[in-house]
T-cell receptor, first 112, second 114 residues
């Protein structure tokens, strides 16, 4: 399978816990994006990387959210001190420069 | 401020007929537009795109039309098939913004009845 892979598919966590999600992009893609989708809405851009450089992070929802792509391959998105409002689908996408983005299947986070 | 809007939350069409999904945008800097299709519990799947230098792009049963003066685009599916039933998202980006960040509409749920 050469598509975008996300792990885990589902995560249930207690309020206040930290969670980390992983994304493996399509191997030759140099751009990697994180989006969040809540019920009934379209995906909302959070941040993006070109290779290992995080070039846009102003859309991260709060300072509890952080993302890394240490070697320009896989990426992680961490949410610290989770809140119930963080419950959503977290989507990762990858692309080559100036081409369409391909999405993974997402990680559904439920904060209880 | 919603820069990309899909005003119809749902659309029901008979199999074999045409489905027309609409999308409006407000940001005149957008110059690249895409449609994605999403099934439940899956990520969005790229369907078709159009650059602002064109007014039409066709791929099989799918055609996207762009009216820049009206800041409006539409997706036509002909003929519609039951397997087309999904949520369709319109998205837009500007090649001037770093990274081709996509701004999505809220989606239209298409139901194709056999």
């Amino acid at each position: 399978d050469t598509g975008v892979s996300q792990d885990p598919r589902h995560k249930i966590t207690k309020r206040g816990q930290n969670v980390t999600f992983r994304c493996d992009p399509i191997s030759e893609h140099n751009r990697l994006y994180w989006y969040r989708q809540t019920l009934g809405q379209g995906p909302e851009f959070l941040t993006y990387f070109q290779n290992e450089a995080q070039l846009e992070k102003s859309r991260l929802l709060s300072d509890r959210f952080s993302a890394e792509r240490p070697k320009g391959s896989f990426s992680t998105l961490e949410i610290q001190r989770t809140e119930q409002g963080d419950s959503a689908m977290y989507l990762c996408a990858s692309s080559l420069r100036n081409t369409e983005a391909f999405f993974g299947q997402g990680t559904r986070l439920t904060v209880v | 401020d919603q820069q990309v809007k899909q005003n119809s939350p749902s659309l029901s069409v008979q199999e074999g007929r045409i489905s027309i999904l609409n999308c409006d945008y407000t940001n005149s800097m957008f110059d690249y537009f895409l449609w994605y299709k999403k099934y439940p519990a899956e990520g969005p799947t790229f369907l078709i795109s159009i650059s602002s230098i064109k007014d039409k792009n066709e791929d099989g049963r799918f055609t996207v039309f762009l009216n820049k003066s009206a800041k409006h685009l539409s997706l036509h599916i002909v003929p519609s098939q039951p397997g087309d039933s999904a949520v369709y998202f319109c998205a837009a980006s500007s090649t001037n913004n770093a990274g081709n960040m996509l701004t999505f509409g809220g989606g239209t749920r298409l139901m194709v009845k056999p």
